[in-house]
């Protein structure tokens, strides 16, 4: 009898096309995503006189680079690149979601939204988000630039298989308890590194009642777990999702699809390297308060005091991060001020992020500056049809246009020094969203009521 | 690439855990073209930070000690262009993030994983002046008038790295292979293939 699989194991073995000795595989690629900020990667297959391998495997967007105000991009560097991905599209034929295209936005929203991304695929991206596409029960994860130019030249890529990781979330998730408090949780309880040279399996019946939008939140931050990709099993809910889209597969095709994905999912009897369970029901609204992922807490807590820290080493950490957030020791983090708000990134930049940012906003009023947007140009579309940028503009916040944005300010996009923002984005990095700027991740709901209350504020006081 | 075989060098200690690409080159700075002298963004805002930081941007010891998980974060390989302009070839922590220690192999930079108690003796002995002898082929690291650490490290990422091979040629010698899989694929999961809208 075949030995029992985990779903990350049935995808590897599928796309191991030789093993060498050490267990290094060359697997195949079923897909490359590209976004402006891949120039080295061309530059090296041009400088090489190399071709793109698959063009017709091959997508690309801009989304780091461009501005979140209509119009040209005013920094010539920048628009240069978005120039170069143009170019680059058109030299090897590729098809490329820039600017002005009716698909355009950020590359982890739209592979997704245009049915590019499938279950059982591997999926590469330069760009360490690309774990959000595991959410779809492909294994999805990022590469720096020499991958990507080994990728774009053969469709294919060396790996060292990972070790795998289950995450098993029981019980259900409290009201108002969202995907990103889900995932900052399991963060915090396995670490910032906790996760480093593993492929994570979210399961438990938590995981499967979330949407696919949620499945992909929590996805998306494996890499902020140190993990190598994340991976949530395929359903009914995933292939309700994907059918129909532009490019997901049709008619006896997609019947065929069916049926090779539901053997996707691990075996019972499957073995994890490792195994983590949390209970859902016990998550709270949380809140990062300093430079590392695994410094989220629950709303209702207090940051920590470096004095009381298990050794030295932890209290001189736990000081250098509340010194560089502004932040005194034993400081409740409901009720910290805010300066401004930021509501977007592929981490929370979909439709229902959206909806549950403007079921807090409706009515209300923003009293800080903030900044809300779209993860792609069918998500602004379908907002607006909602009428949710009204929602967002009424309570006095900004409506951008579709890109990364503030979640690493390379579009000019930045969070001032000194400055405290609420984000909906997924690092709190020192000078993530700008030199000295001051970053707690939270979900979007939270966020918009940190926008109405001026500080950090459990938005559970905000209704039922 | 450059080969990476032996390695007799004095080493930089940043004894600091969770140092994220975006610290070892801010977000901003990723625009340049490579030709662009990296090593001037290495820790760029850091450095302005902390007067005393122990990276400069020129003339750094080739060999870096860090602390566990660095280069976590972003798949910038900005990271190692910096480190790799401004003199560092070989780093040394408890951990690293996957696609930074990916980056750097590609780029001739050798990252060693050693656990803290070894780790703990190469500062100790870089503190009393001894430089550290790091012999890929044989996978030890020893300080000056020091007992040799053994490490570990993929088979193929060291035949890259001594060889200083560029990979994409490497693979493209299993174009065959390649090849077959793609055919046999193509048969097998017509799914797979992108619908054309």
């Known amino acids: 009898m075949a030995p029992p699989l985990t779903l990350f194991d049935k995808i590897w073995n599928a796309h191991a096309i030789l093993t060498g000795e050490d267990g290094t595989a060359l697997l195949w690629i079923d897909r490359h995503l590209v976004h402006e900020g891949s120039f080295h990667a061309f530059d090296m297959i041009a400088h090489d006189g190399r071709q793109v391998r698959r063009p017709d495997l091959t997508f ?40 002005g295209d009716a698909r355009q936005g950020i590359v982890h929203v739209v592979g997704p939204e245009q049915g590019i991304t499938l279950p059982g695929l591997t999926l590469v991206c330069g760009d360490s988000h690309t774990s959000t596409h595991g959410a779809f029960g492909a294994l999805a994860f990022g590469i720096g630039a020499s991958e990507v130019a080994h990728v774009l030249a053969t469709q294919t890529l060396w790996q060292r298989k990972p070790r795998a990781l289950r995450v098993r979330v029981d019980g259900a998730l409290g ?20 996760a480093v040279g593993h492929v994570i399996e979210y399961a438990g019946p938590a995981i499967r009642a979330l949407s696919m939008e949620a499945r992909m939140t929590v996805c998306n931050m494996s890499i902020e777990a140190g993990g190598r990709a994340g991976m949530i099993a395929p359903d009914e809910a995933t292939f309700a999702y994907v059918e129909g889209r532009s490019r997901a597969p049709k008619g006896a095709d ?42 989220a807490l629950p709303v209702t807590a207090r940051v920590p005091d470096p004095n009381t820290a298990a050794d030295a080493a932890t209290g001189a950490r736990i000081a250098a991060q509340l010194a ?47 900044l ?8 602004k579309r379908e907002a607006e049809a909602e009428g949710l940028d009204r929602v967002f503009t009424d309570a006095g916040l900004r409506w951008g246009e579709p890109g990364c944005s503030m979640c690493t300010g390379m579009n000019g996009d930045t969070v001032a020094p000194g400055e405290r923002c609420a984000s909906t984005s997924n690092r709190n990095f020192v000078g993530r969203q700008g030199p000295g ?3 707690h991740l939270m979900s979007p709901a939270m966020a918009a009521a940190t926008a109405v209350a001026g500080a950090i504020t459990d938005v559970r006081r905000f209704g039922p | 690439m450059t080969p990476f075989t032996v390695l007799r060098a004095p080493a930089v200690i940043l004894d600091r855990a969770n140092v994220d690409t975006d610290q070892i080159i801010p977000a901003r700075f990723l625009r340049k073209p490579r030709g662009g002298g990296y090593n001037q963004f290495l820790f760029h805002d850091v450095r302005d930070a902390e007067p005393g930081f122990p990276l400069a941007a020129t003339d750094n010891p080739p060999i870096l000690i860090a602390g566990a998980n660095f280069g ?15 003199g560092v070839r070989c780093v040394i922590a408890p951990s690293f993030g996957d696609i930074f220690a990916a ?51 993929d088979a193929f990422r060291k035949t890259c790295l001594i060889d200083g091979l560029d990979d994409i040629g490497l693979t493209l010698a299993h174009a065959d292979a390649i090849a077959a899989f793609e055919a046999g694929d193509r048969a097998a999961r017509g799914w797979a293939v992108p619908d054309t809208p």
């Open chain 1, 372 to 379: 809300v947007v779209a993860g792609s140009v069918p998500v």
């Open chain 2, 72 to 86: 976590c974060g972003s798949s910038r390989e900005g990271a190692v262009y910096a480190l790799a302009d401004a």
């Open chain 1, 324 to 370: 560089y957030m502004g932040l005194a020791p034993n400081t409740a983090l409901d009720g910290i001020a805010v300066d401004r708000v930021f509501i977007g990134s592929c981490t929370n930049g979909r439709i229902e992020d959206l909806r549950a940012a403007a079921t807090v906003l409706r009515g209300r009023r923003a009293v800080l500056p903030g």
């Open chain 1, 175 to 194: 009201p108002h308890v969202a995907a990103k408090d889900l995932i900052l949780a399991v963060i915090a309880a396995i670490g910032a590194s906790g």
């Open chain 1, 254 to 295: 997609f019947e065929a699809a069916i049926i090779a994905w539901r053997r996707l999912p691990s075996d019972a009897e499957a073995v994890f390297d490792r195994e983590v369970a949390l209970d859902g029901s016990a998550v709270a609204p949380t809140v990062t308060w300093g430079n590392t992922l695994d410094t």
């Open chain 1, 437 to 439: 700027s001051r970053t």
């Open chain 2, 103 to 153: 980056n750097a192999a590609k780029n001739g930079v050798l990252t060693i994983a050693l656990p803290p108690g070894d780790i703990a003796a190469l500062i100790e002995a870089v503190g009393r002046g001894a430089e550290l002898t790091v012999d890929l082929p044989l996978e030890r690291v020893r300080p000056d008038n020091g007992a040799a650490i053994g490490f570990a490290i």
């Open chain 1, 60 to 99: 690309g967007a801009a989304d780091h680079y461009v501005p979140s105000h209509p119009g040209p991009i005013a920094d010539s560097e920048a628009a240069g690149l978005v120039r170069g991905i143009e170019a680059n599209a058109a030299r090897h034929g590729f098809d490329l979601m820039g600017p």
